[in-house]
């Protein structure tokens, strides 16, 4: 290559004079790994400012501070199940018999100075992680982010949350204790209701027989090691799509589908977005000095003939859980099989429920036939069908929780149990109607008022009285930046399948999927299911002709 | 010291010390002659049994029928021991005041002495469990591990972990048991009010309702150690779950909001 | 798909594609372009700025304090000190101190950096371009000639023998791996059917571990029992009473509706499983008066007065009694095995 004749540096500076160390570190360093090609496309690389926008960030956040106390702990813990008998400080739990796991987590929590502390932030972390996944995904959601070219980052996403939950459910088990080991056992009853495998994938995983021997030391290598890896790499190719995509942005003045507007990741971001995992760790270390997590020693050794009520997992499993406590006991046995649908339904409902949120970004780009790229965030309100869906599906979510909670919610609100199941029941259904339907209109309306304020400009709140004595609200014309921005989204045309008959007379054949998905297109864009916004024409009608309010 | 002289001069002070010394009478009398003076004994057995009837039939009667046979309002309470209605009336569960899924816990109507007589009268009626002494619910001295133990196979399934209580069917659930007395702890599990069963003795014996008396003590008490901080209210994933949403993302989504506002222009002079 | 016969015409009909204030004249929505940049106090009042810095600068500081704090909490505070502090409760010394040091030491960390850029960094606006993802027409016909020279040369297509083979190597290759998982455990066979039950075995009280009696067990009480031989020191003791476990209550003999019930009982005592039948949670939420048990995991809900009926919840079947009779010292013991597997439902119960 002819580049080190053309590169001043590496020819040596003009001036004699000996380049600073900082300098020549980074040369070395790009003669071997061409970083000064990497900083140049990203060092001044712009990020938009949005509060929404860092959601992601509290997630990336909240899985480094989890691999860091991770490490840590594992310096500490056994994952055995050997079983010996307590006899360190913890007093209720003197002589009691337990599985050198347990007995290690009571060994970080009472005589680690600081174990509780890194406990309790790798617990406490989990759970602001997935649920920051949670509120990341639907702001993506809601905003149409996930639109063209930005599909398959969204299912990498996807994929990171539901990995998420499986590795906060393995580790959630670790510690073999009564509440744990209720989860795991519910968990090989949900195996044993798979047909046909379901006994042999029991056997596999416990290694025989529940409990076994086994769980803890597999589920630990499933929890530090396969999952996290295989989200890490997710992770990797995850934040690398965001570089190569660069981030959306909202619509503004100067803000258009071709540009992104913002702040460089030199200096202004790397502070903010360096200082903010800095906040995020603050925060939450200072949640784990005043709250209690899991507190194991109060729990009790797993016995798999002890059970408490409040028996629940951690928050993100608990829609599956509210699932499997509402689903009638339906059961079938022919043929000499059992076929456990009061298990198995709500298992596969959890599937369900989860991909129907990862698909929708094809369904939807289906429905509009919309190849080009999205750079520029719709706002909820502009995408009403849109919004629907995802409040109808958080809804469904929602509802779920409360149905795996079902018994908290009854004493603390002195209702019945069975009322509860029943209410969710039924509105697991008709929730989600009544929310899509409930969205949609709000939507609407707040497409109306952004009409009219374009048309008729902002409601003052000043009234004046006209001379004949009528009273009226001044409207303020809005400026151009409010004008462009209140008008910058697009809106889509139901689609026409054309004339039924073609010029010949002949009828024309279209398959039921068009048929079908002209009727959503309907349902999505046609008139009643968006509202117009306000074109150039009809706002330079009211203004020139401006005569009344 | 000096706060105990001042109220020496308190118009008050002579019934406080009567009644100190009454106590201490009665106390010295219940230490020394129960051996002695079973004549006595049997006297006043028999007046507080006279004194319990009149307040049953005041108070109880109208549920629980005249000779305490049952009715259709009240379930008949003829060999369910003294315990029980200590256990019940001691807690304010009796009288009950409005019908329900379940009986509550309410303020004390009765003194212990009239609970005592109408304990005396509901035993006369039928064998059943007697209301323990202070000797048998005291747990010092108790296994409290293995009273933890204990708590985890027979307790726990329905007044969770650490004995926060928890649901039952229907709108019934089992109460929380901070604050209970070891006293009603122990009368509780020996005559098993409400939906509750019953622990009686032969399944548990004496020692191991201290030693779960002890646990619970321990565990949820006003003393009770969270090393870790809030409890929660000891409920587990559920209350964790939403101090997670509500202060942990709360937190960090107005933190958020903050990185990423713009900051405050000058102003155009 | 047929999309060809579908017009596109919904589309909306021009996307952005302006950068910056070049619509049409006459267009009042056009983009007015970015907004000139305001400063901020900092940017105009070199005094503002000094405080800025000073802010920044006393954050920085404090988080150094607050690591100094966190070290001296951690050489100060015994790991088992227990102090009052409201309303926290009675918490750790330790875990507050050095949570809330730790915290703080970050959070000041963070707090500077961002008031730093908040206040003293640049914050104009800058724009930069994006270019399309897809690559240009002539791009993509290099990449597809390479592609077709490189998958000529190889002569995948053409030597069919080579291509078919390889592809048959490659799918069973991954089957070496999961025959190695094989011995991850045993197979079912009929291990969930049986449980240590067999007749002749006393029902060992869970309190005690003495053998119950009848008249140990009264009407309304509660009792669990586990079979005579079972040490609860053994290695498999949980495995065996994850099936084995007994719940035990005493119901008058006329109460009991389901007659193979009342004849599996002793004179009203009754022997169910306590491992729900759902997905085995150890069920024995006993509301005595009614003689319904609730299983705390789901909500299943049996009539233990009417064969372990299930009354409410995702429960398939009722749980499974135990038949129990007395032996010639009075105690109680098992007549035999349950006859149904216990615990969750699972495809070859039957």
């Known amino acids: 290559m002819s580049t080190a004749t053309k590169n001043p540096s590496a020819a040596g500076p003009a001036s004699g004079r000996k380049a600073p160390a900082g300098e020549r570190v980074a040369d070395w360093a790009d003669g071997r790994l061409g970083i000064y090609g990497l900083a140049k496309a990203n060092m001044r690389k712009i990020f938009p400012d949005h509060w929404s926008f860092m959601l992601g960030e509290v997630a990336l956040y909240s899985f480094i501070i989890i691999i860091l106390t991770g490490v840590y702990l594992t310096l500490f813990f056994q994952p055995s199940m050997g079983e010996i008998v307590y006899h360190g400080p913890y007093e209720p739990m003197q002589g009691i018999r337990m599985s050198e796991a347990y007995a290690s987590t009571l060994k970080i929590s009472f005589e680690v100075r600081g174990g509780l502390l890194v406990r309790q932030i790798h617990h406490w972390a989990a759970l602001i992680f997935l649920a920051a996944m949670f509120v990341h995904m639907m702001r993506v959601f809601f905003t149409g982010a996930f639109r063209k070219p930005r599909e398959i980052n969204w299912l990498f996403g996807f994929l990171l949350f539901v990995l998420g939950m499986f590795t906060g459910f393995t580790g959630y088990s670790l510690p073999d204790d009564l509440l744990s080991g209720t989860g795991v056992r519910f968990t090989q009853g949900a195996i044993l209701s798979v047909p046909i495998v379901g006994t042999y994938i029991s056997m596999f995983l416990f290694g025989g027989e529940f409990p076994g021997h086994d769980f803890v030391a597999r589920f630990y290598s499933i929890h530090i090691l396969l999952l996290p890896g295989i989200m890490l790499g997710l992770l990797v190719a995850h934040l690398i799509l965001v570089f190569y995509h660069k981030h959306t942005q909202f619509a503004g003045p100067g803000r258009t589908n071709k540009n992104v507007v913002g702040m460089p990741l030199l200096p202004v971001y790397m502070a903010k977005a360096g200082g903010f995992f800095f906040l995020v760790f603050g925060i939450i270390a200072a949640i784990s000095a005043i709250a209690t997590i899991n507190p194991i020693w109060a729990i009790g050794p797993y016995r798999v003939d002890q059970v408490s009520t409040g028996a629940q997992p951690d928050w993100y499993m608990g829609f599956a859980e509210g699932l499997v406590r509402v689903m009638p006991g ?104 009544i929310a899509f339907i409930v969205t949609k209109r709000i939507c609407l309306g707040l497409q109306r008022r952004d009409r009219e304020k374009v048309l008729h400009g902002r409601e003052t709140g000043i009234i004046k009285r006209l001379p004949h004595g009528e009273f009226v609200e001044i409207h303020e014309p809005l400026s151009p930046e409010q004008l462009h921005t209140l008008t910058a989204h697009e809106q889509y045309q139901p689609l026409d399948l054309g004339p039924a008959v073609d010029e010949n007379g002949v009828k024309r054949k279209i398959s039921p999927v068009q048929k079908l998905r002209a009727k959503l297109s309907k349902g999505y864009f046609a008139d009643g299911n968006q509202i117009p916004k306000a074109t150039p024409e009809e706002y330079k009608e009211i203004s020139e002709g401006h005569g009344h309010h | 010291m000096k706060k105990l002289s001042a109220r020496r001069r308190h118009p008050l002070a002579a019934v406080v010390v009567l009644l100190l010394a009454l106590a201490a009478t009665g106390g010295l009398y219940a230490a020394f002659a129960p051996a002695g003076k079973a004549q006595a004994d049997e006297t006043a057995q028999s007046l507080a049994i006279e004194e319990g009837k009149k307040l049953y039939a005041v108070g109880c009667a109208s549920c629980h029928g005249t000779g305490g046979q049952g009715t259709t309002d009240g379930p008949s309470l003829v060999g369910v021991g003294s315990a029980a209605v200590d256990f019940q009336v001691g807690t304010g569960r009796m009288p009950a005041q409005q019908p329900g899924a379940q009986v509550p816990k309410k303020k004390v109507i009765y003194s212990q002495a009239e609970i005592d007589q109408l304990a005396a009268y509901v035993a006369s009626l039928g064998a059943g469990p007697i209301t323990p002494t202070d000797k048998q619910v005291d747990p010092a001295g108790a296994d409290v591990a293995n009273g933890g133990e204990l708590f985890r196979t027979n307790c726990a399934q329905c007044h969770n972990f650490t004995g926060k209580g928890g649901a039952l069917t229907e709108g019934k659930y089992a109460p929380d048991l901070e604050g209970v007395s070891p006293k009603h702890i122990y009368e509780a599990m020996q005559t098993g009010p409400q939906s509750m069963p019953s622990f009686p003795d032969t399944t548990m014996p004496e020692q191991e309702k201290k030693d779960i008396i002890a646990y619970i003590e321990t565990v949820n008490g006003d003393e009770t150690e969270s090393p870790g901080g809030l409890a929660l209210g000891g409920l587990g994933p ?32 | 798909m047929s999309s060809q016969q579908i017009p596109e015409d919904n589309l909306p009909v021009v996307q952005e594609t302006a950068h910056g204030a070049v619509e049409r004249h006459d267009d009042p929505f056009a983009d007015p372009g970015l907004p000139a940049h305001k400063p901020r106090i900092q940017d105009l009042d070199e005094r503002a700025a000094k405080r800025s810095e000073r802010a920044v600068a006393l954050m920085f500081t404090l988080s150094m304090l607050a690591t100094v704090g966190f070290i001296a909490s951690y050489v100060i505070f015994p790991v088992d000190k227990i102090v009052y502090i409201w309303p926290f409760g009675h918490v750790s010394a330790l875990n507050f101190s050095l949570g809330l040091t730790l915290g703080a030491a970050l959070f000041f960390i963070g707090a500077g950096a961002v008031h730093w850029a908040r206040t003293l960094m640049s914050d104009v606006e800058v724009a930069d371009d994006r270019h399309p993802i897809e690559a240009t027409p002539e791009v993509k016909a290099q990449v597809l000639a390479d592609f077709r020279a490189g998958a000529e040369e190889s002569a995948i297509g053409r030597r069919k023998l080579i291509r078919n083979t390889m592809f048959g190597a490659l799918a069973l290759v991954p089957l070496s791996g999961v025959v190695l998982l094989r011995d991850l455990g045993p197979l079912p066979e009929k291990k ?159």
């Not at chain 1, 709500?346 to 129907?356: K, S």
């Not at chain 1, 149905?403 to 929730?431: C, E, K, M, P």
């Not at chain 2, 779950?241 to 713009?262: C, I």
């Open chain 3, 192 to 350: 969930l059917r049986t449980t240590l039950w067999a007749e002749g075995k006393q029902l060992i009280n869970m309190n005690t571990m003495k053998p119950l009696r009848p008249e140990h067990i009264t009407v309304g009480s509660l009792a669990f029992a586990m079979p005579e031989g079972l040490d609860p020191e053994s290695h498999d003791f949980q495995t065996q009473m994850g099936k084995a476990a007994l719940m035990i209550v005493r119901i008058e003999p006329d109460d009991i509706k389901d007659k193979r019930q009342r004849d599996w009982a002793h004179e009203g005592i009754v022997a169910f499983s306590k491992i729900c039948t759902h997905v085995g949670c150890p069920i024995s939420l006993y509301e005595q008066q009614t003689h319904h048990v609730l299983c705390p995991c789901h909500q299943s809900t049996f009539d233990l007065s009417d064969g372990a009926r299930v009354i409410f919840g995702p429960a398939g079947h009722p749980l499974p009694q135990l038949r129990i009779g007395v032996n010639s010292e009075g105690n109680l013991e098992a007549l035999g095995d349950f006859d149904e597997p216990v615990g969750a439902a699972f495809w070859e119960r039957g």
């Open chain 2, 238 to 269: 559920v209350s964790e779950g939403l101090f997670a949403w509500v202060f942990g993302l709360g937190a960090l989504v107005a933190v958020a909001v903050w990185v990423a506002a713009h900051t405050a222009k000058a102003k155009k002079s």
């Open chain 1, 330 to 433: 339906w059961e079938i046995n022919l043929w000499g099989h059992t076929l456990a649908l009061g298990v198995f339904i709500p298992l596969v409902g959890f599937g369900v429920v989860l991909t129907a949120i990862a698909v929708y970004p094809f369904i939807e780009s289906w429905v509009t036939g919309d190849k080009r790229e999205h750079h520029i965030l719709d706002r909820p309100r502009n995408a009403p069908t849109r919004t629907g869906f995802g409040v109808a599906w958080i809804t469904a979510y929602f509802i779920g929780l409360v149905g795996g909670g079902n018994d908290l919610w009854a004493t603390h609100f002195h209702l019945s149990i069975n009322s509860i199941t029943w209410f969710v029941r039924i509105f697991f259904f008709v929730g989600p109607v």
